[in-house]
């Protein structure tokens, strides 16, 4: 038997895959605890280098600093996708100078460093660090997603497009009720993992003095007085941007699992078909 991807594989190809398995998880296995006794070496587990955590100046710090960084990211978010979908429709449209301008907008961005783009607005424009941030990730992420929007709108079959247009709908009514829709589920991991890549480079604002999570890391290990500052500060940061990134993954498997049962998405049964009463004049014989 075989799927349209690959060869199921045999006895033989189980028993090495599950040697490969075997041989990857103890090399894994083998790198976190040469991590963890370098941790240990270095005393990082010792109660002088996790006692200052213990302080509310210091809790304060970082909830703020975590606040900052969702702040940012919220409005990076929204921001990114009005654009996304704008540059989108841009791309989409049947006008040639309108469709060539969103292209030139998109593909300019999209090269862009989010670094440089920060920058700039920071620097040569003397904008705050928040609206700088906000602005340099809205304009790469928002370049970025009306791409994923734009390939996700074509992915649909293009009977879809056709029908809905036999039917006398406009652009806008096939565009809302038909494309999007249908293209939504294909896009949405996509839309994610870009939205999970706009949420770690707001750490970027540390560098423009952004009073983000990063930023109060820094000038929490800055200000501890034993060697080696930074690693409990990252060990505490790291995981809390672990989560959230999780927490947008789980966000989007929900919204998912939500449309796959919507009255508006999902199949609607059909009756067999049965012998039913003939139309007036269908029996009679001439």
Not at 5 to 12: A, F, H, M, T
Not at 55 to 78: C, D, P, S
Not at 189 to 217: C, M, N, R, W
Request: hydrophobic content about 50%; glycine content about 6%.
């Amino acid at each position: 038997m075989t799927t349209a991807l690959y060869d199921i594989p045999g006895p033989l190809a189980q028993r090495r895959h599950r040697l490969y398995g075997i041989i990857a998880t103890a090399v894994i296995a083998g790198i976190v605890a040469w991590v963890v006794y370098l941790l240990f070496d270095t005393q990082q587990f010792t109660a002088a280098k996790w006692t200052p955590f213990e302080y509310k100046g210091i809790q304060e710090m970082l909830l703020r600093g975590l606040g900052n960084t969702l702040r940012a990211f919220a409005y990076a978010a929204v921001l990114s996708l009005a654009l996304g979908a704008v540059l989108a429709c841009g791309r989409l449209s049947v006008h040639a100078p309108v469709r060539w301008l969103a292209t030139l907008v998109v593909e300019f961005f999209r090269a862009m460093p989010v670094l440089v783009m920060i920058f700039f607005v920071f620097v040569a424009l003397k904008v705050q660090p928040l609206p700088a941030l906000v602005t340099g990730l809205t304009l790469y992420n928002g370049s970025v997603l009306a791409e994923v929007f734009r390939t996700g709108v074509n992915s649909v079959e293009r009977g879809q497009r056709e029908a809905a247009y036999s039917l006398g709908m406009y652009k806008t009514q096939v565009m809302t009720y038909v494309l999007v829709p249908q293209a939504l589920r294909a896009m949405l991991p996509t839309i994610i993992s870009q939205l999970v890549v706009a949420l770690k480079d707001t750490s970027l604002g540390f560098l423009i003095t952004y009073e983000e999570f990063l930023h109060a890391g820094k000038l929490i290990a800055s200000n501890l007085d034993y060697d080696l500052p930074f690693i409990p500060v990252v060990m505490i940061i790291s995981p809390i941007y672990i989560g959230m990134c999780m927490l947008l993954s789980w966000f989007a498997n929900w919204v998912a699992k939500r449309q796959r049962r919507s009255l508006k998405t999902e199949a609607v049964e059909v009756a067999p078909a049965e012998p039913g009463t003939l139309m007036p004049g269908a029996g009679a014989h001439p």
